[in-house]
């Protein structure tokens, strides 16, 4: 309950801090605040349409919260939602559009494979932290960037590019690869909700995930408890990676307002890992708090289009609400604090 | 045995090389424009790479402290060899060398911000957000005056804006470091880019369009910065106690000292630095700001302060390293060689992987960067 109150209280500050940045160097601008903020509602609720986007664009978000959430239960910050995405969203979307399969089995093979792909990732930073020490944090964030690099590099082979393309996109994905859905509201959000269930199945209620903890609450008390540390730390990375990889596969195969998917390029992962970060952060260290924080995000990124389109105003403003909510979020107290 | 590994790892890469090497390299070692026309150097492929490798074979089987640094070198020009060998056009060495120091000047400037900062033990991961902040209040600044000095004064307090608040939440409020460096970077992403969108956007040439800033300018303040940074850290006695903060910052405690005050010292003084590389991004290159300008250069320099391993000369000749690797993967593309230039670039973020690793020599950091200090009551 003190977690919702706080949460109520953190979203407030960041309208209330979006607004006063709106207004600090346009301050004829006063008056579009409260135009800006209802388009910004009206994007993200105010209709069957608004929701769909919202909850699509919530689904990756909170596969990816959740592969978040798996690295802080075993003491890791994995920083490599992004590369683990990008490396999903890479290879469901080369299923998609390289294969042929029959509908329904092409999507699940895709989605499998963009999950395998995260998941090889992950546990590449998992391995490194086990075996040489490396630290997760760098070694993941540098991994974003060797992602990225890669598939602008792969962009540019014969293999990935839209054959008459001179830019740098690939062929588009299959109608049998693409998630079912109406519109925009796909079967990712449902993917996504039963991630979470078995994320916190197994977090809370297996073996492993008891190892899992044990290893995040005191490395060294599990060891001496016969846990084995280090396989720990790769399996704990591995199936973060796994969720991300998940994450990616979703945006790679989720059909656009048109009903097929948006076809591979540098942008299409969007910054959905960075996001991740936000929504585990929100989440409090809950399933459902993820699921939730994935909405509320989602939500955000669903009404900054009609924002702009409606109010005029700037869809980055919706960074620096993000940004603020976290802040809040993330400050034990500010009470303490300002003493 | 570690000293020759890395030469004896250039040797065999450059063996290899020589293997695919064929034709001619041109290197051309003034520009077309040039007031004074330098001959163009037409070298076989083959040899030149044949004898980088002997270069490193032989600092390999001598295998003293310079070994690596010697293998390291023969790599490189083997390499620009390899790939200038067999391309209809010349390999602009001017050029090269041009690009490498712009490159490497905020990856510089930035790099010792970031230094300082994890020195004193704040981990600072929002380099990029300090470098983006400055290029925007820079070019602002420098558009409505007209003023290059108020631009860079500019970008210089938007670094220590930006460090101030990464202080605030780190050393008072004790948030996770690693968190707040990427909310910081989401918070500038999102303050520049609405801004810009907002004020630039509709009247350019009044908000958009600053006088340019000549490159050396700022290439010779990160030059100078260096032997600064150094100093101040190596040699007095400030310098000291911002180390012993960022090693065990209970034993900085006990000695009387106060250390959120000496971090917020450290931060505040690297935003400035960092402030300082961001300027280069808009004023030295074209006057003008557009949405996420650095796009990860602030993450090259966090690389090049891994890789350099938190020491000023060593980051230093990291940040010209990456600045070499950027502008070769520039120059490669035009001359239309082998080697892709986009896997080029990914190149210094594999190296610090690698680094962290361990695989090639130690990487240390400073024994509490990332962990809040709280006073024991």
């Given at each position: 309950m003190r977690d919702l109150v706080g949460a109520v209280l953190a979203v407030l500050l960041g309208l209330v801090v979006g607004a006063l940045v709106m207004v600090l160097f346009d301050p004829a601008s006063a008056a579009n605040v409260a135009r800006?903020?209802?388009?910004?509602?009206?994007?993200?609720?105010?209709?069957?349409?608004?929701?769909?986007?919202?909850?699509?664009l919530a689904a990756p978000l909170i596969c990816a919260g959740l592969g978040i959430w798996v690295g802080f239960g075993a003491g890791l910050f994995n920083v490599g939602a992004q590369g683990q995405a990008i490396v999903g969203a890479t290879i469901a979307a080369y299923i998609g559009f390289a294969v042929v399969l029959p509908a329904g089995v092409h999507a699940m093979v895709a989605l499998a494979g963009g999950m395998l792909g995260g998941a090889g990732w992950g546990s590449l930073a998992g391995w490194l932290r086990a075996r040489f020490g490396a630290h997760e944090v760098i070694t993941t964030i540098m991994g974003n960037y060797v992602a990225a690099g890669l598939l602008a590099f792969l962009l540019t082979t014969p293999r990935f590019q839209r054959p008459g393309r001179g830019d740098s996109v690939a062929p588009l994905v299959h109608p049998s690869a693409a998630l079912p859905g109406w519109g925009r509201a796909h079967l990712g959000v449902l993917l996504a909700v039963l991630a979470a269930a078995a994320v916190w199945?197994?977090?809370?209620?297996?073996?492993?995930?008891?190892?899992?903890?044990?290893?995040?609450?005191?490395?060294l008390a599990a060891d001496t408890s016969g846990i084995v540390v280090a396989s720990t730390v790769v399996r704990a990375m591995t199936v973060s990676g796994l969720l991300a990889g998940l994450a990616g596969a979703i945006v790679a195969l989720a059909p656009d307002v048109h009903g097929s998917p948006t076809p591979l390029s540098d942008s299409l992962v969007g910054s959905v890992g960075w996001d991740a970060i936000t929504v585990a952060m929100l989440g409090r260290g809950r399933a459902v708090g993820i699921v939730v924080a994935g909405v509320l995000v989602g939500a955000l990124r669903a009404g900054s289009l009609t924002m702009q389109t409606q109010a005029g105003t700037p869809f980055d403003l919706v960074n620096v609400i993000q940004a603020v909510i976290v802040l809040a979020v993330a400050t034990p107290s500010l009470w303490r604090v300002l003493r | 045995m570690n000293r020759r590994r890395l030469a004896l790892l250039a040797t065999i890469v450059l063996l290899g090389l020589a293997v695919v090497t064929s034709g001619d390299a041109v290197f051309a070692l003034s520009g077309q424009f040039d007031r004074f026309g330098l001959p163009a150097v037409r070298l076989p492929g083959r040899a030149l790479v044949l004898a980088c490798a002997g270069v490193a074979g032989v600092a390999a089987a001598i295998g003293r402290r310079?070994?690596?640094?010697?293998?390291?070198?023969?790599?490189?020009?083997?390499?620009?060899?390899?790939?200038?060998?067999?391309?209809?056009l010349p390999f602009l060495v001017g050029n090269q060398v041009a690009g490498t120091v712009a490159y490497a000047t905020p990856l510089v400037l930035g790099a010792l911000g970031g230094l300082l900062c994890e020195r004193s033990g704040v981990v600072n991961i929002s380099i990029e957000g300090q470098f983006l902040l400055a290029a925007f209040a820079s070019t602002i600044v420098a558009s409505v005056t007209g003023v290059l000095a108020f631009g860079v004064l500019a970008g210089v307090l938007a670094g220590l804006v930006m460090a101030a608040l990464l202080a605030f939440f780190s050393i008072q409020a004790l948030v996770g470091q690693v968190m707040l460096g990427i909310v910081l970077n989401l918070l500038a992403a999102g303050l520049t880019g609405f801004w810009f969108a907002q004020i630039m956007v509709p009247q350019p040439l009044v908000f958009n369009s600053a006088p340019v800033l000549n490159r050396w300018v700022l290439a010779g303040l990160a030059a100078a910065s260096v032997p600064v940074v150094w100093l101040l850290l190596f040699r007095t006695k400030w310098g000291l106690r911002i180390r012993a903060a960022g090693e065990h910052p209970q034993a900085v405690a006990s000695a009387g000292l106060d250390v959120r005050r000496l971090r917020w010292q450290a931060v505040l003084l690297g935003g400035a630095f960092a402030g300082l590389g961001g300027c280069f991004f808009t004023l030295a290159t074209v006057g003008q700001f557009s949405r996420n300008i650095t796009s990860g250069y602030g993450f090259i320099a966090l690389a090049?302060?891994?890789?350099?391993?938190?020491?000023?000369?060593?980051?230093?000749?990291?940040?010209?390293?990456?600045?070499f690797v950027m502008q070769l993967a520039g120059q490669t593309q035009a001359l239309g060689t082998p080697i892709n230039s986009q896997l080029l670039l990914i190149l210094p973020y594999v190296a610090t992987i690698v680094a962290v690793a361990g695989l090639v020599g130690r990487v240390r950091a400073p024994a509490a960067s990332g962990q809040n200090y709280q006073a024991e009551r």
């Open positions: 800006a903020y209802a388009a910004l509602f009206d994007g993200a609720f105010g209709s069957g349409r608004a929701i769909a986007e919202t909850i699509a199945l197994w977090l809370q209620r297996s073996r492993q995930g008891l190892e899992l903890r044990a290893v995040g609450f005191n490395p | 310079w070994s690596p640094l010697v293998g390291l070198k023969a790599l490189v020009v083997g390499f620009v060899g390899w790939a200038a060998a067999g391309s209809a090049a302060l891994i890789m350099g391993r938190w020491q000023p000369g060593r980051v230093a000749l990291m940040a010209l390293g990456f600045g």
